[in-house]
């Protein structure tokens, strides 16, 4: 029986930052904290949760045989993975373990220095059951006291995945309940959705806490979004501001932030600082102040503060002076600035790369010929920001985007040399066009000359962009041109009423595959590949029947695709197509790409009723698409190295991505669980790990 897969890896928020929201990592003051904070340094394995002892994170298991009397066919339960920093698996907790009803309906919410948060969907109704069991150590290990587990709550809930934990003290904990701030007292046994202003407020993330009696987060208030204070045990809540461009940094009780002066366009800040003792807010640092201590003046109208760090009651800013960090230190009781010299607050992640990628404006949807742009979390919108890297791997800015879109739904598209380009929802979708110029041989966002450019009808996937044409698929799966001079869309003719992809793009030709575009006289559907060139208006077919994978070979002006068992190509300067090469009868051929001169071909076993005959394991090929051997090749050391990772990690590979940079092919697990190199020169495999500087291979790669 085939296992169901899930994702495990961390959200992109904390391999980059290790922190929530645009806020650094903040001090905390329960020395549990800081045990924990230390420890998650020297951990080497993917994780969702991390104690100061061990790892945690969450897969899948089949049911034992005969629980809860059901057939044990495709019945799965969640697991929970004790491992050391290493990764080495101590023990793994199945939901069928804690002796509770409904196993299939049991999910882990989160694990701390002393419990572990379950809940329950209870028999199928809108009840939600919240536990609670113990975390023990004795001496060196950390025992989950399963016997000891603990009902705290019963609440109601239409829909439990929309139930998030988002953090704790020792005597309440808070989460998103169907989209709405609620907290449990444990000592009154009390469960209360909390409002402000009589509306719900949603948490997008925690910027500040001490563990103890508040907590300052990022929050949404319908379609307003601003930074809030909350106390535990007064229940006050207190909006502090509306800035989304600010920075945010916690120490000693209070909250620095920065914040636009009222009269400036540009990126200029004055500093501010929230006392969340006393609840009030004053200017700590002026945007004046900065630009008179500093030794060498910085431009005008650019991004001045670029970090900001706190340590024993002085605050540390990063300022950003004609592409040069310079420190300046600021003494929080004596209000004193002064220039510490040049350097960096090394908070954010980088990927320092041997060589710099290339060609990189053409080659990938998130990067230009300058810098790649990383977007810190598909999920979490709250967090409006990206990280803009160089393209050898070292950090540039975070770049805030809510001050443009003014919502929390938003998200990167498409870089080029010229601009970024991001989709944002109003009451509709909308592609929004900011600016870049180059700075210090950077590309900087002209965010507050952002531009609506276009209603994208519910953006689904694909989407190209130059300064001439937007081409894009909407959410219905249609196709649409727009031409940016003429401000209108393109009438193409021959676009089918059907779903349809943007797949691949080879120069100006771009490629797509289609479902039941042809019907045969028997009145068959069939699937279809066609390709429209920028310029024209109209759409033409490649192949009626497209039942595979299909790439673009830019060297040769081809397409590459798999129809049945056998490899074909489509010459686009001479409209003809050829077959290449046929594979064995009873492989499927789910992917493909090219290396060098070489076409890379992975297969599985036959698919009989939507399952392979092999259990998915993978054998791979390649076929010489330049000499005169028109033979497919196969790749014992790939498909063996492969396998010998399925043995070792105890998965059934399934593989979504592959990309090939810098002479190496990278592979990213459907599920995000697991992200390979393979080179095919030295006929090695290894796992990138999410602090290796190849992740940011996985960042950039374009994906139609």
Known sequence: MKKKSIAIFMTLCLILTGCQGNVNKTEQKEEKQETADAAQTEIECEYTWATSHCTYRTEEMELSDGADGEDEEDICQECLVQSDYEGKV??????ESLGLTDTQGIHFMNVSENEVLIFSTYDSSDLVKVYSVPVIRKGDREEIAIEKIQQLFLEFADFWMDCKYI???????????????????????????????????????????????????????GDETAV?????????????????????????DKLFYTAVKGEKSGLCYDVYQFDCKSGEKSVLVTEEQIRNVLSEKPEEGMDLIREIAYEDGKVKLEINVKGKGVLLCCDTQTGKLVQEGEGRLQKTQEYPLEKPLTNANQNYNYANDYNVFVQISEDDKSNCCLDEYTLDGKFVRHIFTNNFCGTKYWYLLYANNEELLFSVSEEDEYLYVVPLVIVDGSSFPQMEKAEKIVKIEEYDSGLYADKNYIIFADGMSQIHV?????????KVKGIPKTEMNLVTKVGNYFIFDSISYYTTKKGKAEDAFSYYKTGSDQLHIMDPMCDGPIIGDEKRKQVIYARGTKIWTYDLKHKKKECLVKVNKKDDIYEMCIWKDRLYVFTTGEMIDGESTNGYSTDVYSYSLAGKDKKLYYEKDFTEALKKFEQENDKNLLLADFSVVNNKIYIRGEADDYYLCYDPAMKQLKQVRKNDPEMLYFFVNKSY
């Open 482 to 490: 727009y031409d940016r001079k003429k401000k209108t869309f393109v």
């Open 167 to 221: 953090t704790d003290t020792k005597e309440y904990i808070l989460f998103n309940w169907e989209g709405e701030m609620a907290e449990y007292d444990r000592k009154k046994n009390k469960f209360t959705r909390i409002k402000y202003k009589n509306k719900p407020l949603e948490v997008g993330s925690i910027l500040y806490e001490n563990n103890q009696d508040y907590v300052v987060l990022y929050g949404f208030l």
């Open 90 to 95: 101590i023990q793994k907790i199945p939901a």
């Open 228 to 252: 809030y204070y909350y106390n535990f045990v007064t229940k006050k809540m207190q909006e502090i501001t509306k800035d989304e461009r600010s920075i945010y940094q916690g120490g000693d």
